[in-house]
């Protein structure tokens, strides 16, 4: 059964790819990495330049992913979950952004 | 003299005496710099109960061993006194160039005592330190002032107040340089009601260190690690309004007085790509820095073409921004500017956000607030009633006196946001870290004392990691298990960077795995020849935490001034994804009981044990705090 | 090869860490007054000009100095030798861009020579953190770094007219 979650991209890594926010369309038990792979299919190259991925394990690498989830409290780290081995379920928020401080 | 000046400048007021004495060495090994020394100084020369204002306090400004060294981002000063705003401790930090200057003139510390008979400035030149006129000064914004000062003395350093701190205005700041504040609980309001306009000074004696080689080659291994930090790059480009994402992702923009959690008018506005465009020309930094967050920034379209400053950094941002419901850069950068010339600070316009809910929901109309039209995002009226804040003109007057008497006058106490006395931008309803440290911050409830923010950016492992001791749930920000311990640590490093003085930016505060309490320790071995290890060094970081927490029980504070506005408690968002969540009261208090034990207070009281003072060295403070009954023996 | 220094206000942030590493190269102390290049800030405009000493060819300093104190080196640097200078500031004077300075402590004239002492590697260059002080050989690359940083100005700019002037 397919399910959509929404990716959001923030600061410098929105400006690197050049989109802020779009859906992917996911099969049940896909996982954030599942998701990762399918962002590299679109902006693999970007992301390299940006140096976003980690050359051995083409993991994300300097970069923040947080998930919302509908039901459940606040936006978290996907530490938090499975890393990237957690499941997404319809309508997960997944927001992604290299570190970031400020306040 | 290695690290630190060597001198403690005092100019008391009253007497029109400069006094200069030696820098106790104990004091500063034990109290690092001008956070700690100035506590100290704070406790031993101020008597109990002094009303913030009156002649008897004092206002310490100054830095420490690191500053005006190579140290990357020692550029800062701290400033310490008992706060108008808050009748706790004052402890504001700004950078800019003012601290590194008094370290090459020679001194550690300036303390203002007293209070001249009529408006003066303070003019330290190297050895040669005046009290000047200021009569042709005073009443002109910050600026103004500014200019007139380099006129006669040359381009220097400069602290200085506008209108808001002559007029002693609760929440009015000092300024540093053009653009860089002792924020947030009202120093301006301090020195003004010393009829002090101003400071200027210029060091020619530079400053030296212990250990050069090492020294120096301990500096370019700190600059490469913060400048190879994933955080940099953001940082460097976009300064602290990078920090939107987070807010944005978690649905907790402060919209309107904290209604709205969600902006989606202002999605452009927060994009911090939408000021690189709008208002910024340039990277700008603060003397020594490595990062330069700071932008010069120029209006160039639209009412406000034309406005100049350096700074816009998130606060401002997000008070003249969603706070108000504005959208609009160039006025930010305009309110930026109104702020700084006048000397309020950026907490205090959050009144503005009050008034226009109150009128929202017809608590007050225009006839309380002298015909102004508070509808939200009135660019005007928002620029008005700052205007009268620092004038008192109109209701400005009942405005000055602070968040109570204004509440008095015309009612709608339910609707500040705030949090142990101050306002912040940062929503504690569902966040366990912005609850705790926020409430327990003992300057009162904003963002700078105690919260922690590299928990939000690191992976969870990091905290597992480097404190293992800590439970599991700790990284979890919604989860109230492990905050005590997180905040209590950062409490006390953040005392050792506002004491050293370095910028949070560039250390572990903000960037996990960055230049951490050992990599300090080592930089304030090798600059002061007195050793320091991590241990030493967090240490002296909780002395100086424990001292500024007996100030506020010394001050009459006990448990009860740990508060959480109904705001919090009784008003949940309606959308995002913290919707419907509101503050619980048993829960948070169940953190602070936690936090203040683990801090060695008395949970019940707030008051201290004697242990804690005993085992930090802080034994000057017990008799006073047993004469007055607050203490646990 | 010779060198210069190419000083790029558009990149000055103005942190002033070439001050505090010129002084402490020279005098083993972090004294802003005691640099030799100097970042010259008007604040209320947001421009901020690091510069220092151009090695003219003809240099000033050198025609008006009485006891030939100053002299071009091998590597084109100018260069005050202590032994011979009286101190008498005549060459301040005569300078036309201000860029030679009197240190107050030691009571000499100063003014940059490159690094001399470390082999020509200014360390003002080194410590910059936005490239606003930059290195280039003195030949018909000099300007080339200034160049592309006008050129990339403009490129900004015309990004930023075509942004309003865009139709969706």
């Keep these: 059964m397919a399910i959509r979650v929404t990716v959001q991209y923030f600061t410098l890594l929105k400006r690197t790819i050049g989109t802020g926010k779009e859906e992917y369309e996911l099969e049940e038990g896909e996982t954030v990495a599942d998701l990762w792979i399918k962002i590299l ?63 | 003299m290695y690290g630190w000046a060597g001198t403690i400048l005092t100019i008391d007021l009253s007497k029109e005496q400069i006094i ?48 005006g060294t190579f140290c990357p981002n020692s550029g800062k000063m701290s400033s310490v006194f008992k706060s108008p705003t808050t009748g706790l401790i004052g402890v504001s930090t700004a950078g800019g160039f003012f601290g590194p200057e008094l370290k090459e003139a020679g001194y550690d510390l300036i303390v203002l005592m007293g209070k001249a008979k009529k408006p003066v400035w303070i003019w330290i030149d190297d050895d040669d330190v005046e009290i000047r006129d200021a009569a042709h000064m005073w009443g002109k914004t910050a600026w103004e002032a500014i200019d007139i000062i380099h006129e006669e003395v040359g381009d220097v ?28 609980v009202g120093s301006g309001a301090v020195m003004g009601s010393k009829n002090v306009k101003a400071i200027g000074v210029r060091g020619t004696k530079g400053v030296q260190v212990y250990r050069p080689d090492e020294f120096m080659k301990k500096c370019k291994e700190a600059k490469d690690k913060i400048m190879s930090h994933p955080v940099y790059a953001g940082f460097a480009r976009y300064g602290t309004p990078q920090w939107s994402p ?148 109109g209701i400005g007057d009942i405005l000055a006196q602070g968040w109570e008497k204004a509440a008095e006058e015309l009612g709608g106490k339910d609707f500040q946001p705030l949090i142990t006395r101050l306002i912040t931008t940062e929503c504690p309803r569902a ?156 829960v948070i208090n169940e953190m602070v009981d936690k936090f203040l034990e683990r801090k060695g207070f008395d949970s019940k009281t707030g008051y201290p044990r004697k242990e804690t003072l005993e085992q930090l060295g802080l034994d000057f403070a017990i008799k006073q705090l047993r004469k007055l009954g607050r203490i646990i023996d | 090869m010779e060198q210069l220094i190419v000083f790029d206000p558009e990149e000055c942030c103005g942190c002033k860490r070439c001050e505090k590493i010129c002084s402490w190269v020279h005098d083993k102390v972090f004294s802003k007054a005691r640099s030799r290049v100097r970042c010259v800030k008007w604040e209320t405009e947001g421009v901020y000009l690091p510069l220092s000493c151009f090695q003219c060819e003809t240099p000033f300093c050198v025609a008006v100095c009485p006891v030939g104190a100053i002299a071009k080196d091998e590597m084109g640097v100018v260069i005050i030798d202590e032994q011979k200078c009286v101190n008498c500031r005549l060459c301040l004077q005569a300078c036309p861009f201000g860029m030679i300075d009197f240190n107050p402590v030691a009571r000499t004239v100063i003014k940059c020579d490159m690094c001399k002492e470390l082999d020509y590697k200014p360390q003002c260059v080194e410590e910059c953190p936005t490239e606003a002080l930059r290195l280039a050989p003195l030949d018909e690359r000099a300007g080339l770094l200034k160049r592309r940083t006008a050129m990339e100005t403009l490129r900004k700019q015309r990004e930023m007219v075509l942004d309003k002037t865009t139709v969706a």
Excluded at chain 1, 57 to 78: D, F, N, Q, Y
Excluded at chain 2, 28 to 38: R, V
């Design chain 2, 20 to 67: 200069k004495e030696p820098l106790d060495m104990d004091t500063a090994e034990k109290f690092l710099g001008s956070d700690g020394i100035g506590v100290k100084l704070l406790w031993e020369r101020v008597p109990a109960g002094t009303p913030p204002l009156d002649p008897a306090n004092i206002i310490c400004f100054g830095s420490g061993p690191l500053t």
């Design chain 2, 431 to 586: 966040r366990m870290d912005v609850a705790l440290s926020h409430i327990v911050s003992v300057r009162g409830g904003d963002h700078n004392k105690a919260l922690p923010y590299f928990a939000w950016i690191c992976p969870p492992e990091y905290i597992h990691k480097n404190w293992p001791d800590w439970p599991k749930e700790t990284p979890d920000i919604y989860n109230p298990i492990g905050k005590p311990e997180i905040v209590d640590w950062i409490e006390d490093w953040k005392c050792v960077n506002d004491s050293l003085t370095v910028c949070y930016w560039s250390t572990s505060v903000t960037m996990p795995g960055g230049t951490n309490p050992t990599d300090y320790a080592e930089l304030l071995t090798y600059a002061t020849g007195v050793e320091y290890d991590e241990k030493k060094l967090l240490e002296a970081g909780r002395r100086i935490a424990v001292l500024e927490r007996a100030f506020n029980v010394r001050e009459g504070w006990g448990r009860d001034v740990y508060q959480l506005s109904p705001m919090f408690t009784d008003r949940a968002f309606p959308r995002g994804s913290q919707a419907g969540v509101k503050a619980d009261m048993k």
């Design chain 2, 157 to 184: 350093p400069t602290i200085t107040i506008g209108p808001a701190g002559e007029n002693q205005m609760f929440g009015a700041f000092c300024l540093v340089m053009r653009s860089r504040a002792l924020g947030g």
């Design chain 1, 41 to 103: 299919k679109k902006f693999g190259a970007e992301m390299e330049k940006g140096g976003y991925i980690d050359a051995v394990t083409k993991e994300p690498k300097s970069i923040i992913i947080a998930m919302s989830r509908i039901g459940v409290l606040g936006l978290r780290h996907v530490g938090l979950y499975d890393g990237l081995k957690t499941e997404l379920k319809d309508g997960d928020l997944i927001a992604m952004y290299p570190p970031v401080m400020g306040g």
């Design chain 2, 246 to 393: 987070v807010l944005i992702a978690q649905g907790v923009v402060p919209v309107r007085n904290f209604q709205e959690g969600v902006f989606p008018e202002g999605e452009e506005f927060l994009d911090p790509e939408t000021p690189c465009k709008e208002v910024f020309v340039k990277s700008d930094a603060c003397e020594g820095c490595v990062i330069h967050c700071g932008h010069w920034c120029e209006v160039r379209s639209g009412p406000y073409k034309g406005t100049k400053t350096e700074g816009l950094e998130w606060y401002a941002e997000y008070m003249f921004g969603p706070y108000i419901g504005c959208t609009d850069w160039g006025f930010v950068t305009k309110a930026s500017v109104e702020c700084n010339n006048l000397g309020i600070g950026f907490g205090a316009a959050g009144m503005i956000a009050w008034l226009m809910e109150l009128y929202q929901r017809g608590i007050i109309s225009k006839k309380d607030v002298d015909g102004l039209e508070l509808t939200w995002g009135n660019q005007e009226a928002a620029l008005e009633v700052l205007r009268k804040m620092a004038y008192r003109e």
